[in-house]
């Protein structure tokens, strides 16, 4: 990364820490990267893997990483009926992310979608293996904004379904996603705001 790279992302990321391992260059949040374990792990991944690449190395460090339950109490719903659960699972996968959503809906129904993507702005494939349908498209493009912050597009046919952007709390202990959907007018509304823990 040059060094124009590190100031802009340090303008957004107050926590950002670079540190050169064995001659290379990585970065990620200081919290982690300033860890004496965590910089013995670096080395002995680099010496597995030299071809290996420091930004794809330090993405494991982003606070989205983990397992996330919606609370129900703090998220509101203005579409249809709030779901009795939702269960996310982030996994970081090369250079992006795999999601694996599972939701119990109102009525009961057991759902579960899943979508690996860069933070790149592409397309990528949106699945289910429940067997039903994959509502709100089947595609999804994710984009980050900026530590904190990533946007969701999912889409059906090439045409924008559904805007989702989500929040990091500063703490990473808890993520807010609002969802903005286009109606049949083709008028973006507010359908959700959803308040996800940390697991």
Request: positive net charge.
């Amino acid at each position: 990364m040059t060094a124009a790279g590190v100031k802009t992302l340090e303008a957004v990321w107050p926590t950002l820490q670079v540190v050169t391992v064995d001659g290379a260059t990585h970065w990620g949040d200081r919290g982690i990267l300033t860890q004496p374990e965590f910089l013995a792990s670096l080395r002995q991944f680099i010496a597995a893997h030299p071809g290996a690449s420091g930004t794809a190395l330090a993405q494991t460090s982003n606070s989205e990483v983990g397992t996330w339950k919606l609370n129900l109490a703090k998220s509101t719903f203005n579409r249809g009926p709030a779901p009795k659960s939702v269960t996310i699972k982030i996994e970081a996968a090369g250079a992006g992310y795999k999601t694996i959503v599972d939701t119990v809906e109102s009525d009961g129904r057991v759902r579960h979608f899943e979508a690996t993507a860069n933070e790149d702005g592409k397309d990528y494939p949106r699945i289910t293996t429940d067997g039903g349908l994959l509502p709100n498209g089947d595609v999804v493009a994710l984009t980050r904004v900026d530590a904190n912050t990533t946007t969701t597009i999912q889409k059906k046919d090439g045409k924008v379904i559904l805007t989702r952007t989500s929040v990091m709390s500063s703490d990473g202990r808890a993520m807010t996603t609002t969802t903005t959907a286009v109606n049949a007018l083709g008028q973006r509304t507010v359908n959700s705001v959803g308040v996800f823990d940390k697991q």
